[in-house]
């Protein structure tokens, strides 16, 4: 329930308490739905304030989905540092935090705006464990795998590049192009992560093999095996284009970020030959769904909103700026360059 003045009050909203006048008659019962009539008839009575009901969604933890996130952040800051300085990994830790974000993600929540909306709030090593943890609990409720599946894969986003405190921060904030020995240093981070959660001995052979092959590509292009074909285990391939997803959308030392639309047709464009298909087509299809109503800047520099998504073409939708409509599915030589709400 949320207290409200009057001048902010919308036509609209449902009354949380009963409105009684000053001589104890009632007004209105509590869930009227407020017109406009209502409101004048507030101001004439000079009631100033009232309660109403909270549609906004709620995540079944009860917790503000920032509050989650920067919780999940400090978390994933602690157990990375004591990795780093040789301490083994906080088992329950991990296993609380990757909890609270299993119990935020559910297929209402537009988590990708919420991710959108924590993007600087740390250094990208720690937002992007966090986003590609709350991203592979997301493929996972999406392709209805078993809860616990779910939560094991959360585990798997959380610790995919757990390796990388080992590499010099130098390398991997890197703002230009990496020298053929430092990329190889990076590379490393897939062995030295596997390592560190095997010798754990805590958590299951595919999350330690999601940080081993998360690099893997079906052409055989990918470190560190280089193997080929779609054959990677499972909790690898999801953490595979939940990390290629993140990384596309967000700011790194060498790139910035680029719009969700062009993540999701890279992820199209991978899935011929480098990610797993049967994981990269749901999420091309579900993502459609967040689409409509967003507000975009056009590369063209315009400013419009998403009013149609077809989800055949879901990167290509119908954008209206102002009273003219761009159909991107016809028009190719203008695309989504940015979303800004
Ligand atoms: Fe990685
Ligand atoms: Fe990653």
Redo the contacts with the bound molecule.
């Keep these: 329930m949320l207290r409200i003045k009057i001048s902010n009050l919308k036509p609209g909203a449902r009354l949380g308490k009963d409105i009684y006048s000053y001589d104890a008659q009632l007004l209105l019962p509590r869930g009227t739905v407020i017109t406009q009539e209502h409101l004048h008839h507030f101001a004439a009575r000079g009631i100033e304030e009232v309660f109403i009901m909270d549609s906004r969604p709620r995540p079944k933890s009860g917790k503000p989905f920032a509050d989650v996130y920067v919780d999940s952040l400090q978390a994933v800051k602690s157990f990375m540092l004591e990795a780093k300085l040789g301490k083994s990994l906080d088992v329950e830790e991990i296993k609380t935090t990757t909890e609270m974000l299993f119990l935020q993600v559910f297929d209402e929540i537009d988590l990708f705006r919420q991710i959108r909306l924590m993007k600087e709030k740390d250094d990208y090593l720690f937002t992007h464990s966090v986003n590609v943890s709350l991203l592979c609990i997301l493929i996972g409720r999406w392709m209805k795998c078993d809860e616990q599946v779910i939560r094991e894969l959360g585990v798997a986003g959380l610790l995919?590049?757990i390796g990388?405190v080992y590499i010099d921060s130098e390398i991997l904030n890197k703002p230009g192009q990496l020298t053929k020995e430092e990329y190889e240093e990076v590379k490393k981070?897939?062995t030295l992560g596997y390592n560190l959660i095997v010798q754990n001995g805590s958590f299951s052979h595919d999350v330690a093999n999601a940080a081993l092959l998360?690099?893997e590509r079906a052409d055989g292009s990918g470190y560190p095996i280089g193997t080929k074909g779609y054959n990677l285990p499972f909790y690898a391939a999801v953490t595979a284009v939940a990390?290629v997803y993140d990384a596309i959308t967000s700011d790194r030392a060498y790139s910035s970020r680029s719009s969700p639309y062009t993540a999701a047709e890279i992820l199209w464009e991978e899935s011929f030959g480098r990610l797993d298909p049967r994981i990269t087509k749901v999420f091309y299809d579900k993502i459609a769904n967040f689409y409509v109503g967003n507000q975009v800047r056009l590369s063209n520099n315009e400013i419009g909103v998403v009013i149609f998504v077809d989800p055949s073409m879901p990167t290509r939708p119908i954008v209206m700026v102002d009273d003219k409509f761009y159909n991107l599915a016809t028009d190719r030589s203008i695309f989504i360059q940015e979303v800004i709400d």
């Design positions: 995919h590049d990388k981070h897939t998360h690099h990390d």
